[in-house]
């Protein structure tokens, strides 16, 4: 069974940088080719991807939110995390991590609860 379990970084403020880790069991974030990936949805929005991280370490990001956003992985936890950086109230949002197959019949498999994070000072 596939688990993956975000960290809860709770409030932060305006201007600071977001760090988020995802904690996965039941696999490994080393092989096969899937994308471990972060997404939110903010308040009375849709559900965006953020970015990813390949089981070879490459990443991939949402081009709107590339420019202050890196993932990166620590093998030996089998985690992966989020650095958002210069936050805004509008990065309000719940946060997930989720194991992404890029198979015909895949997608965003599996799940983590979701995390809220809360951008105010």
């Known amino acids: 069974q596939v688990q993956l379990q975000e960290s809860d970084p709770g409030l932060v403020k305006p201007s600071q940088t977001l760090s988020l880790s995802c904690t996965v069991s039941?696999?490994?974030?080393?092989?096969?080719?899937?994308?471990w990936s972060w997404l939110r949805q903010p308040p009375g929005k849709g559900l965006e991807w953020i970015g990813g991280i390949g089981n070879d370490g490459s990443t991939f990001y949402s081009p709107s939110l590339k420019s202050h956003t890196s993932i990166s992985r620590d093998t030996s936890k089998n985690q992966f995390s989020l650095q958002l950086s210069s936050v805004t109230p509008e990065d309000t949002a719940v946060y997930y991590c989720a194991r992404y197959s890029p198979t015909s019949t895949g997608g965003f498999e599996y799940w983590g609860q979701g995390t809220q994070v809360t951008v105010s000072s």
């Open positions: 039941g696999d490994s974030i080393t092989i096969n080719d899937y994308l």
